[in-house]
């Protein structure tokens, strides 16, 4: 039988109260649900992820079925505010859940809390999606053969274009982001977080970070080339069909949302993608199979995204280089909030050897000039 992806009582420190939530949020749940619902809530944790923190809510209605959602919060001990904005997340999946969008892989929000009453945070609770998600290492019953595995390369590549095909500003999302000067505010933010989050002297992060401001590739008509963009696509925030391992049916974790160029989010999910001939040590960071026998590489997935999009991917190689040092730039947030004692997920004590590896991948893409 194949494995879905399961709950686990909450770690140390971040627990939820059901009975407090309940009192909080029941009646005006049961309400959005249509149909009145009995406490307290069972509350678990989705224990992957490194970022904001997701839990399964389970409630009763009065006839006693049982219904799963899932709440989303900020990590505890965040020290980055901006990065874990709940409203903004919340947003997003609000349009993507609209008619015109025509999108039906994304959770549908249910219901926003922007009080910090219960929480200590403002959070949000939104359908669950169930399916099959691939981590590093396959769930039981899972058989990832070759020809499976290509094609779901091909998949990821076709969900990716699927986003970048959403018309934006007719579901409500014109205003979401700003496409002009993307990038080079990109490139600044991210450069401010790592220096705001530095715990460790790493030479390769100063010499990307110069290079990235001193390098920013020229790019007209920003708003017409602009798309709905992920920033966090990758297997493990994909949701498959247990029964059609190839199908995608849903794509999670779209806090880091926005509009943008299409190009840099195309150039975060090849950051992601391990291959088979990259350093062992680089490959205990993978964040789903990519590099088993199979997997299309890096370089084909780029080829095989400019042929079914038909977009230009000369700036590829930076916003590969950019990528690269931002998913650094999180690796040392998260290590952080660690080392400060903000977390005791021990999950987190060995990012700071994922700043250093993918440092030092980004100064070799700028070395080598591709990815």
Not at 120 to 130: A, K, N, Q
Not at 342 to 358: P, Q, S, Y
Request: aromatic residues 8%.
């Amino acid at each position: 039988m194949t494995e879905l992806d399961t709950s686990r009582p909450a770690r140390a420190g971040e627990e939820i109260d059901g009975e407090k939530l309940f009192a909080r949020i029941g009646g005006e749940l049961g309400r959005v649900l249509g149909f009145p619902i009995e406490g307290p809530f069972t509350i678990e944790q989705f224990p992957s992820g490194h970022s904001n923190l997701t839990y399964l809510l389970r409630v009763r209605g009065q006839n006693g079925a049982s219904h799963e959602l899932v709440l989303r919060r900020p990590p505890f001990g965040n020290v980055v505010k901006t990065a874990h904005d709940m409203a903004r997340e919340n947003r997003i999946l609000t349009a993507l859940a609209s008619p015109r969008a025509a999108y039906g892989k994304a959770p549908r929000p249910l219901l926003y809390v922007e009080d910090e009453d219960v929480l200590g945070t403002p959070f949000y609770v939104m359908t669950r999606l169930s399916g099959v998600i691939l981590r590093r290492k396959p769930p039981t019953g899972v058989s990832l053969d070759s020809a499976t595995i290509t094609r779901l390369s091909n998949a990821a590549v076709d969900g990716l274009i699927e986003i970048h095909s959403l018309p934006w500003e007719e579901i409500g999302l014109g205003t979401y982001g700003k496409p002009e000067g993307y990038a080079e505010r990109q490139v600044k933010g991210w450069t401010k977080r790592y220096t705001d989050a530095k715990t460790d002297d790493v030479p390769d992060m100063e010499r990307a970070a110069r290079w990235l401001k001193g390098n920013l590739p020229a790019r007209d008509n920003e708003r017409a080339l602009a798309t709905v963009i992920h920033n966090d696509f990758k297997y493990d925030n994909v949701v498959l069909d247990p029964s059609e391992l190839t199908r995608i049916v849903g794509v999670l974790d779209w806090e880091m949302a926005t509009i943008g160029d299409p190009i840099t989010d195309l150039a975060t999910t090849l950051a992601y993608w391990i291959e088979d001939g990259d350093a062992d040590p680089l490959k205990a960071f993978a964040f789903g199979p990519t590099h088993l026998p199979g997997s299309l590489k890096r370089r084909e997935i780029a080829e095989l995204y400019a042929k079914r999009s038909g977009r230009d991917l000369a700036s590829l190689p930076y916003f590969y280089a950019f990528a690269l040092f931002k998913n650094a730039v999180v690796a040392q947030q998260i290590y952080k909030r660690y080392k400060l004692g903000l977390t005791k997920d021990e999950r987190f004590a060995m990012m700071i050897m994922g700043v250093h590896l993918l440092a030092a991948a980004a100064v070799k893409c700028i070395d080598e000039g591709a990815i």
